[in-house]
């Protein structure tokens, strides 16, 4: 039988009396001792304040957590901010009767814990309650666990689709090389965190990363943040300014939506790629600058030249290493793990109470189309966690619509098993489709069709 650890924090309480017995000695050794029989097969972890179990638990892992004298001699919002930085864990909470009639007490409970107890402890009724709060946490890490035990990186970058392991791979070649890229990608898809998996990929990794966007400088301003200025250059030059491109030297320069830079820039810029020099405004001395040029653009330049709004020379100048970012539409087998990505990154904006997604929320993501790509994913969950009202996020929560039972729930359950049983063939197969084919007894054009009807990668 696998041990379950149990952290308990037997923080002494300053709001009214302590459990039975706290003089006889360790309140956590008493609870080990009244709870021996009951807790077989749990490891006991022992903390006397907050501090101590932050301590405790940076380096195990618990499920669990059990809060003798709430809200603790610190206070309540001590205890508050403790349990908001361990939302993860399936808290279990004792307080006194004075304690629980105190309105702030009442609020920390329903907020944070997953059920509480009142002194005297009931031995029988909080190992149950201790043994549900494991399995319910335990279901909780297994449907938010990442397919294959995959970590995250780079937060558009995760996935372990086969769009996404292209990029990557696209990525690890063209960092090795000191050429200019150029990444296309819709808006939202990720194209600046491209860029920096670039450069942290590069001999450049510890140079500085100068991100720059072309649309948002004002005309007026252009010329001089890119390039600077020498003193008396224009009224208010009292002194030389390095502009944002020489500020990237040994490292990279980002310009993100190149499309917007005024044409009569655009020939500055492929001056600089050509010489890797450039002239401040008002000065006459050309300054070297050693700095790798990323470029990217939602607009397609081809058409751009075409319409004659961005220079042919420039274009093909930038176009040396090009990358496509896929949207997201084309990574559905990576939008469960973004989302719960998403839902650890921002853990700290969400609400107490809640612990992650419901199933209808994570099939109306899969469904739904993300026209807004990465960033319109991200925006959904985190206002779905500040508004979302239940412990799971819905996808009413998400804005999306709910998920339509198509011939009764065994239907739906069967169109989600076989998606997963698709794509953990896929991963056993290493992506070879006659391999997964014969694996699930299929034709492989009964798989093709599979594949794009749940809109998983070949």
């Given at each position: ?94 307080f006194t009767r004075a304690a629980l009639a105190v309105p702030a007490c009442r609020a920390l409970a329903a907020a944070h814990l997953s059920d509480y107890y009142t002194h005297p402890v009931d031995p029988l009724r909080l190992a149950y309650t201790l043994g549900h709060a494991h399995g319910v946490a335990m279901l909780r890490e297994q449907a938010q666990a990442p ?112 499309a917007d830079l005024p044409k009569d820039l655009q020939s500055n810029l492929l001056r600089f790629l050509q010489e890797k020099t450039i002239y401040r405004v008002g000065a006459t001395r050309a300054v070297a600058v050693d700095a790798r040029v990323i470029a990217a653009s939602h607009v397609n330049l081809q058409q751009a030249v075409a319409r004659g709004d961005f ?148």
């Amino acid at each position: 039988m696998s041990v379950k650890t149990l952290i308990c924090i037997a923080s002494a309480s300053h709001s009214g009396p302590a459990p039975p017995d706290p003089s006889e000695g360790d309140p956590c050794a008493l609870l080990r001792q009244t709870l021996s029989a009951a807790l077989e097969g749990w490891s006991m972890l022992h903390a006397n304040n907050w501090r101590e179990a932050e301590r405790l638990l940076r380096s195990t892992h618990c499920l669990v957590g059990v809060a003798l004298n709430l809200p603790g001699a610190e206070g309540v919002e001590a205890a508050d901010q403790f349990f908001r930085k361990h939302w993860n864990i399936e808290w279990v909470g004792g307080f006194t009767r004075a304690a629980l009639a105190v309105p702030a007490c009442r609020a920390l409970a329903a907020a944070h814990l997953s059920d509480y107890y009142t002194h005297p402890v009931d031995p029988l009724r909080l190992a149950y309650t201790l043994g549900h709060a494991h399995g319910v946490a335990m279901l909780r890490e297994q449907a938010q666990a990442p397919p294959g035990g995959a970590v995250a990186d780079a937060m558009a970058l995760t996935g372990n689709s086969a769009a996404i392991a292209r990029l990557r791979a696209q990525i690890a070649k063209v960092a090795l090389s000191d050429a200019p890229v150029l990444i296309w990608g819709e808006s939202g898809s990720g194209k600046e965190l491209t860029a920096q998996a670039v450069h942290a990929g590069s001999p450049r990794a510890h140079g500085p990363f100068v991100p720059i966007n072309c649309g948002a400088i004002p005309p007026s301003l252009i010329q001089s943040e890119l390039f600077g200025y020498a003193r008396g250059a224009f009224t208010g030059a009292a002194r030389d300014k390095a502009g944002l491109i020489e500020s990237a030297s040994g490292g990279t320069v980002f310009l993100d939506e190149i499309a917007d830079l005024p044409k009569d820039l655009q020939s500055n810029l492929l001056r600089f790629l050509q010489e890797k020099t450039i002239y401040r405004v008002g000065a006459t001395r050309a300054v070297a600058v050693d700095a790798r040029v990323i470029a990217a653009s939602h607009v397609n330049l081809q058409q751009a030249v075409a319409r004659g709004d961005f220079r042919e020379d420039l274009y093909y100048r930038l176009n040396v290493l090009p990358i496509d970012v896929p949207p997201l539409r084309e990574r559905r087998a990576d939008l469960d793990m973004l989302a719960q990505h998403f839902f650890r990154a921002y853990a700290a904006e969400k609400a107490p109470h809640l612990k992650g997604f419901a199933s209808d929320a994570l099939y109306a993501i899969r469904e739904h189309d993300w026209p807004g790509n990465v960033r319109e994913l991200i925006n959904r969950t985190r206002r779905a966690m500040v508004l979302a009202e239940g412990r799971l996020i819905g996808a009413h929560d998400l804005g999306l619509a709910p998920r339509t039972v198509r011939g009764g729930a065994l239907d739906a359950s069967r169109v989600d098993a076989e998606r997963a049983a698709i794509g953990a063939s896929l991963e056993r197969a290493g992506r070879n489709i006659t391999h997964a084919a014969r694996e699930l007894g299929v034709s492989r054009m009964t798989l093709y069709r599979l594949l794009a009807k749940h809109g998983i990668e070949p």
